[in-house]
């Protein structure tokens, strides 16, 4: 009798969080911003300048492999709130490149434009200070891609309550949005695209003119947001996935949906207002989009598919132990993807459909697509084929990780359709191919260091889900929830504060110089030609209003550098979307691209003469060497001060 009083009291606890869910998330938001909580990995700062006890993290490790984020994005964020010559927080920027710099579309920085209606969760560093506004932008978009995620789980589902659960921790925790959570604007994509579908859904449903209006808008508006995050890559690949949802939504209601006249005009005029923010941009950043377009990378970068084996389709598997530890030859962050179960959601739908006779369409739709997607990975395609599907801008990788995310709809989808258990045979023969298949991954991406304390883990979680899925299916998400707040719960930090920053003695030099000359900075480091190395404190003086040369160039500032002469390889190797590690020397200036296949075709290493600083109208250096004593010719250098083992030189 007890025992029944508390699962009702557990019954109706969850029902009410659930029923509550929307403001308790508000509010959960509401307070880590005050507290300024986040998961930016920006505490590696106070380990670089020897001062731990300033690491903002309070919980969890820093990551080195998010210098997209705590290196650059971060960066580039806070140094909007310095006067850059167009004011703070302007679209054009002075501060980052050291030059007239769009900020607004590529960067994709907070500004006092239309734009940044389109990213609401930037919407709190115009308002608050840097602090909160990383924590409002940090736990604001995991707490809205969780609760989308899980509506649309609840769509997928069929309002099956513990499958949209499952489905959203799938999702919010995933390695792929863990890794991806600080830039490219990935997590924008997924709330977005979800959203979308979600407000057709009450388009259709709804018959109040007005009520349709705000519908359509509230469309728009997600569609706006898509496109303006700007990575091409992603947004094709997931768009399909979106697009198909769509389709699902339309087909599932043609019977019951009513068009009026009303509902042409009410959607033209939504059209049209949701152009006039796009031609705003594209007319204020055309120079930006044509620069990329122009650029040996990403311009250049076009693919035909057959870039990955039958093995690699499987790169999920290493979800388990990346989270822990880095085992990888490549950085862990380049094999992120979703924990996709793949191909277990394929061999029960085929199972549901060839022995149950149980088909959907939706599901026909999914397959039908990862068919697609996984034959372009692993087969090429023809030119012509690749550009007309738009797949020619999405490396395998990027189109995998999309592949990855349709295998978690699938399973879900199956599980909502009332599956039927396999027989016993059914289900071993399961568990063997599904295991089989994970070893031959790990065995194809472990080191030999970690392949033997690592494949059994593997093996036993694999042939766990395999058993759980053909036979408990009931059991499936709570064992589904857990691996995914495992693998993704330690990938960022829980930090507080912005104290590794701006609390430092040497940051405080730095915006104290720059506050009474606005002169060119330039980041001096040792000679890293050839060593594929970035270096990590290019961006740090922007946070400070320093104008800085080589923090990461996102398109090449062609006056500065063609005023030094430019061979044609200079011109080639300078002409990307690049880290610039810049060493000052006697040598002649040399520019390289180290190497030019991804990941790496984003690095730049400048040998730059001494003399060139002049050229380039370079007033400040900042480095960790005593450049006085490496270089040759007396009084270049006036040492203005130091701290936390660094320098900061007059260039005279």
């Known amino acids: 009798m007890l025992s029944e009083m508390t699962k009702i009291k557990n019954v109706n606890v969850t029902n009410r969080i659930i029923a509550w869910r929307w403001p308790i998330g508000i509010i959960l938001w509401l307070i880590f911003t005050i507290f300024q909580i986040h ?45 850059g010559g167009n004011g703070t927080f302007s679209y054009f920027s002075e501060i980052i490149r050291a030059a007239h710099t769009d900020v607004a579309l590529v960067y994709g920085v907070p500004c006092w434009d239309i734009i940044t209606f389109f990213r609401p969760f930037l919407w709190g560093y115009l308002f608050l200070s840097p602090g909160q506004g990383l924590a409002f932008f940090w736990m604001g978009r995991l707490i809205i891609l969780f609760l989308v995620s899980y509506e649309m789980g609840r769509i997928l589902a069929n309002d099956k309550k513990k499958l949209a659960c499952m489905y959203a921790c799938l999702i919010a925790f995933s390695q792929m949005v863990q890794y991806w959570f600080g830039e490219n604007s990935f997590v924008e994509m997924l709330i977005f695209g979800q959203a979308g579908v979600l407000l057709l859904i009450q388009y259709i449903r709804r018959k109040s003119f007005l009520q349709r209006g705000f519908c359509v808008l509230a469309i728009l508006y997600c569609v706006d947001g898509y ?87 499987m790169r999920y598997v290493l979800v388990y132990p990346m989270s822990i530890e880095y085992f990888l030859p490549w950085p862990a962050i380049n094999s992120a993807t979703f924990l996709s179960f793949a191909p277990l959601g394929i061999i029960m739908a085929v199972w549901q459909y060839v022995k149950c006779k149980k088909t959907d369409f939706l599901i026909w739709v999914f397959l039908g697509l990862s068919v697609v997607y996984y034959s372009f990975c ?49 289900t071993c ?3 063997i191919i599904y295991t089989v298949a994970s070893y031959g991954a790990s065995d194809f991406f472990l080191s030999d260091s970690h392949f033997m304390m690592w494949i059994p883990i593997i093996l036993a979680i694999s042939a766990v889900v395999a058993l759980y899925a053909c ?49 060119k900075w330039v980041v001096d480091s040792e000679d890293l030609s050839g060593t594929l190395n970035i270096y990590a404190m290019n961006s740090y003086p922007v946070m400070f209003g320093a104008p800085t040369v080589n923090c990461m160039n996102l398109y090449p500032h062609w006056d500065r550098w063609q005023s030094i002469g430019l061979n044609q390889q200079e011109k080639r190797a300078l002409n990307r979307s690049g880290y610039m590690n810049i060493s000052i020397t006697d040598a002649p200036t040399d520019m390289t691209c180290p190497n030019e296949d991804i990941p790496v075709a984003n690095i730049v290493d400048i040998c730059l003469n001494v003399k060139d600083l002049k050229t380039l109208d370079v007033s400040y250096v900042f480095t960790n060497r005593d450049l006085n004593d490496i270089i040759s010719q007396n009084d270049v250098f006036e040492l203005l001060d130091e701290a936390n083992g660094y320098k900061i030189y007059r260039v005279r």
Request: glycine share 6%; charged share 15%; aromatic share 12%.
């Open 39 to 83: 998961g930016s990995s920006i505490g590696m700062y106070a380990h670089f300048l020897g001062v731990p006890e300033l690491d903002t993290a309070i919980l969890g490790l820093n990551r080195t492999v998010q210098i997209d984020e705590w290196g650059v994005f971060t960066p580039f964020i806070f140094s909007q709130y310095f006067d």
């Open 378 to 426: 692993i087969l090429p395609w023809p030119i012509f084929l690749s550009k007309l599907t738009l797949l020619s801008s999405v490396p395998e990788m990027r189109l995998l990780q999309a592949a990855d995310f349709l295998q978690i709809l699938i399973l879900v989808r199956v599980l909502a359709l009332d599956f039927n258990a396999m027989k016993w045979k059914g």
């Open 227 to 313: 496109i303006l995050a700007i990575y091409p890559a992603w947004q094709i690949a997931f768009g399909y996935i979106f697009a198909a949802m769509a389709a699902w939504i339309l087909h599932s209601h043609w019977k019951t949906v009513r068009f009026h006249r009303k509902d042409v005009l009410l959607i033209g005029i939504g059209v049209i207002l949701a152009a006039l923010p796009l031609v705003h941009v594209a007319y204020n950043s055309w120079d930006t989009i044509q620069a990329f377009l122009m650029s040996e990378y990403p311009g250049s970068r076009h693919v035909s598919g057959g870039a990955l084996t039958w093995v690699e389709l």
């Open 429 to 431: 023969c399961c568990v």
């Open 471 to 519: 036979r408990n299916f009931k059991s499936l998400p709570i064992l589904l929830i857990l691996i995914s707040l495992f693998s993704g719960m330690f990938i960022n930090p829980i930090s507080r504060g912005t104290k590794s920053i701006y609390e430092t003695e040497l940051g405080q030099k730095i915006q104290k110089i720059a506050e009474q000359n606005q002169g």
